[in-house]
């Protein structure tokens, strides 16, 4: 049973910093892409991050340079160093694994961005 948990999210003041770690059950991790997206309330969720199996990241414009996404391999983990956060990075955020024409979603953990 394929499994990802996500955890990390929080209450965070502008500008401060978070990051999230997304740990993989039940695949075979270093042969999967990963990604982070996000949804906020009344939006469609959207892309954030992805990395390739190979540690290839890519970036949605709206957070390069603020966001870091990372893997390690040997835990079976990917995460997302958010820094210099903002209002509107307020949102569910998620974890995505991607292979061929399969792909498994986490749960969600929620990023409020408040002062």
């Known amino acids: 049973q394929v499994q990802l948990v996500e955890s990390g999210g929080g209450l965070v003041q502008p500008g401060g910093s978070l990051r999230l770690s997304c740990a993989a059950s039940g695949i075979i991790f270093r042969f999967y892409g990963m990604g982070w997206y996000r949804q906020a309330p009344g939006k469609q969720r959207e892309l954030v991050a992805t990395?390739?199996?190979?540690?290839?990241?890519n970036y949605a414009d709206s957070v390069k340079g603020r966001f870091t996404i990372s893997r390690d391999n040997a835990k079976n983990t990917v995460y997302l160093q958010m820094n210099s956060l903002k209002f509107e990075d307020t949102a569910v955020y998620y974890c995505?694994?991607?292979?061929?024409?399969?792909?498994?979603w986490g749960q969600g953990t929620q990023v409020t961005v408040s002062s």
């Open positions: 990395i390739t199996s190979g540690g290839s990241p």
């Open positions: 995505k694994a991607m292979l061929l024409s399969a792909e498994y």
